[in-house]
């Protein structure tokens, strides 16, 4: 009997579309195939497969089954769930399930084999070439290396037919992970979390536990310890890693690489589209079996996914904000139970939901309360700028600058922590007053002097800063306001001229690469003080940085975003923590204007508890997560009046349920982007609603106009 298949195609489309499976093609779930769509061909996914029955309308047959590895059915699965959690088209998350398979393939690569004949001239050089080239077939280079001659041998023997010249596939090579080689030496504490993760494992079944370790404790070790355990119980495991920055993942591979002797799969917006081709296929065929990377990877083709580690699993850049909008940390807990596999959320600061799933019993919660080895946490103080301000034009504090000089003394490390790009955050005219903005979008324009450009950091605009101000023609009148990195850095250099300066941001580690030679430069002495945003602030190890101070303590409470207070605690906690990892002891000194917040004064007193049950109680009498669940829904179109009439429109179709508060339409704060009007409604429910169907009924009410953009947002992180 013929069939129908389901096909999901990497498209905004609702649903799958059926197809005829052609006779003999033999479909099974997951298979991907070629799909006629109007004249095109697409790439698509089966998701379903049945029977046809007399009376179904004539459907077009599929073209062909694609010859690369099926979506396991715990791929399919998790797809098409993340699409109805996050209310969005299924073919969104298919197209980010799919990246790797369709990047293009490497290129074929040239290796050499023995043809048979017998060269006109045997030389000692030449049996050598022969001798090597019987081991195995390797690439022309190659094999002159492997036999210890020249290039121009290999050459006179292939120019002789006595070696024939192959195009061949290439095809990645990673070699299995041993989990019984000896991993680093752990404390009592480090091996009693350990065991606890082993004993989760060794039980089987979907688990979730939180790694609560204080910063330099040691949580690495422990999960891969518990990498360990998952890849030892079956040859076909495993395991994934997620962190939330490209610049940390470079050390993290060379730690896994350490401690089980096989280099793992690296993905990331920085890897190749061949080289991400390579990683995708090994994972679906289980040549791969760990993957250290960004928050993508968790769409990967896992077959036997037994391990998901989230590391510094509170932080918010595992949220995508654009495309396909989702959680990772959120996400990467439904995977697990969809794969029946074991979830390990670490952090130094755990977000507040999961703590308070860990305080519920949901999770397991294991703590370390200690630095590992001698190492100390370092003293933490505030510098109330209000009694010791900086200098006119400066942005160090005397007491910053003392402490920097007595650390450079003593030829140690100091850490200045801005988590603000650039030279100047705003750039405005002293003649008439214009701030310069990007076109048609409400974002100020960062001064970046190393580049004599001014760039928008939310639409990716530049510009050369111009002579003359754009608005009022006045010359040498436009000024920059406010520090950022590169500025600081300027300020450090001017201060300590002998001292050897570096910025880390995303402007200077512009790939993994370059973000691991500034890392090795700092980790070896060759940099005495850094400044760096947050992509320096997690995760590093550098053994003689004593000192981080931190410019703009209050920065982060900035603003009416209700994780500000939540965020800036753990984002401090993380810089600070940098300082005194081994055996030099360490403080930080931290700049604000506002000493006496609830912030400031947790993190002077190093007293999280404090901090986290004042914050839970906020949240919990406001309604707000992890007590409450927020989506936030942001539409926009060129046409004011056109925009306002739908958000009307959509405000009247919300629908009516009891635990749930619709609030909007208001202007976003950034109101205009790419010359779009925006505007927003946020819905909080409680805890006990189904969000999602809920934010899926009231978008089934609405049909936009051709010119109006939806976006739906569970849970959200931004509110701009």
Known sequence: ????????????????????????MGLELGDQVAAPLGPRLLRGVVVGLRDAVGGNRPLKLLESRLEEPPLPPGTVEFVQWA????????????????????????????????TGVHPARPTPARTKVLEAAAAGALSPPDLARAAGVGAGVVKGLIDESVLAVRLVEAVARFDPPDPVRAGAALNLSQAAAANELKAMLGGGGFNVALLDGVTGSGK????????????????????????????????????????????PGEWHSDVTPPARRRVWEAVATGRCRIV?????????????????????EHDASFKQEEGFIYQARDLAVARGKIENAAVVLASATPSLESLRNAEQ????????????????????????LRETPPDHGRWLSPPLVKAMGETFARGEQTLLFLNRRGYAPLVLCKACGERMTAPDTDSWLVEHRYSGRLVCHLTG???????????????????????????????????????????????????????????????????????????????HNFPDLTLVGVV???????????RAAERTYQLLAQATGRAGRKDKPGRALLQTWAPEHAVMQALAAQDRDAFVEAEMAERELAGLPPFGRLAAVVISGIDPAQLEAFA???????????????????????????????????????????????????????????????AIDIDPYSFL
């Not at 925006?678 to 609603?689: G, I, M, N, Q, T």
């Open 292 to 312: 250290v990377g960004a928050r993508s990877a968790l769409f990967l083709p896992f077959g036997d996914l037994k391990l998901i580690v989230v590391d510094e």
């Open 461 to 539: 605009f530049s510009m050369p800063k111009p002579k003359a101000c754009p608005h009022c023609g006045a010359h040498d009148a436009l000024v920059s306001i406010g520090p950022g990195v590169e500025r600081v850095e300027e300020e450090a250099r001017s201060l300590f001229p002998q001292a050897r300066v570096a910025v880390f941001s995303s402007d200077t580690a512009f790939d993994a690469r370059e973000g691991r030679r500034l890392i090795e430069a700092m980790a070896d002495g060759q940099i005495d003080i850094l400044v760096a945003t947050q992509a320096a602030a997690k995760g």
């Open 648 to 710: 009307q429109a959509m405000a009247q179709a919300a629908p009516n349920s009891a635990g749930v508060e619709v609030y909007g339409p208001a202007d976003a704060p950034l109101s205009l982007v790419r010359g779009r009007r925006r505007k927003r409604f946020l819905v909080r429910a409680d805890r006990a609603v189904d969000l999602s169907a809920y934010m899926a009924t009231w978008r089934a009410r609405v049909k936009p106009p051709a010119a109006i953009r939806v």
């Open 1 to 24: 009997m013929s069939r129908i298949a389901s096909v999901l195609l990497p498209m905004p489309l609702p649903e799958a579309f059926d197809y005829a499976e052609p006779e003999g």
């Open 361 to 384: 019993g949901r999770y397991r919660w294991l703590r370390l309360s200690a630095r590992h080895g001698e190492a100390r946490l370092p003293d933490i103080s505030l510098i109330d």
């Open 220 to 263: 690495t070790e422990v999960y891969l310890e518990a990498a360990a355990a998952a890849l030892a119980a079956r040859e076909t495991a495993q395991v994934l890693i997620l962190l939330p920055e490209i610049a940390l993942t470079q050390a993290v591979i060379a730690r896994v690489a350490e401690r089980f002797g096989a280099e």
């Open 83 to 114: 699409a109805r959690y996050a209310v969005d088209w299924p073919g969104q998350p298919l197209a980010i399930a799919l990246r790797g398979a369709r990047a293009p393939k490497p290129k074929p690569v040239r290796i050499v084999e023995l």
């Open 552 to 562: 703009d303590a209050d920065l982060g409470l900035r603003g009416g975003d209700l």
